[in-house]
């Protein structure tokens, strides 16, 4: 029980660490300097165009949902650990701080705020997107997917890749439970065999 309490603060710290690595590693890796002004503008038009930079927002506000979704399972573990951390705190009034915590909803509605006031990410965005189209694609290739993305069926695919994806997201998950419930039934058949050795 003890690993199980540990290991949602581990996952979180984790993050943390990529989210650290990425600031320290890859951002100062790529430089507008080293790229052409012409390259930059290319990369600028398309995350523009396909409507990356303008989604920020939308995107800040789903991650603080993803985050709260991998919280919420073991919320309690969590609060726990992290009033266990207020070592200031006599053990009378950590009690007190965890009643106070254990409603999740008021957590989320206030990490919600929080996080949302905190994340910049336009930011984040600008400093992960343009290194990878910068390694990924040639200044030509960045200047036929402005031409594309500027035509009617090239709107048309960034209007509705996100629903496309959304369904196919849908659609292999729907066609792989199956599979992986019929697999996690096998595992558990062949321990219980194991149990009449």
Do not use: C
């Not at 165009?49 to 991998?70: C, F, H, K, P």
């Not at 890749?161 to 849908?170: F, I, N, R």
């Amino acid at each position: 029980m003890q690993n199980r309490k540990i290991l949602p603060i581990q996952q979180i710290r984790r993050i943390g660490a990529a989210i650290l690595a990425v600031s320290v590693l890859v951002l100062p890796a790529w430089s507008e300097a080293e790229v052409t002004e012409s390259k930059q503008e290319m990369i600028r038009q398309l995350l523009t165009i396909a409507g990356i930079v303008g989604m920020a927002e939308q995107m800040r506000d789903q991650q603080s949902v993803v985050e709260l979704m991998r919280m919420q399972p073991n919320y309690h573990e969590m609060m726990e650990w992290a009033t266990s951390e207020q070592t200031d705190l006599s053990e009378a009034d950590r009690q007190l701080l965890l009643a106070r915590l254990e409603d999740f909803d008021a957590f989320a509605e206030r990490y919600r705020a929080l996080f949302n006031e905190r994340l910049d990410f336009s930011a984040i965005i600008e400093a992960v997107y343009p290194p990878l189209y910068d390694k990924t694609f040639s200044e030509e290739e960045l200047r036929q997917m402005v031409t594309f993305y500027r035509t009617p069926v090239g709107r048309k695919s960034i209007e509705v890749m996100p629903s496309l994806m959304q369904q196919a997201a849908e659609g292999i998950e729907g066609a792989v439970r199956p599979l992986a419930i019929g697999v996690v039934h096998e595992v558990v058949a062949e321990q219980r065999a194991k149990l009449a050795d």
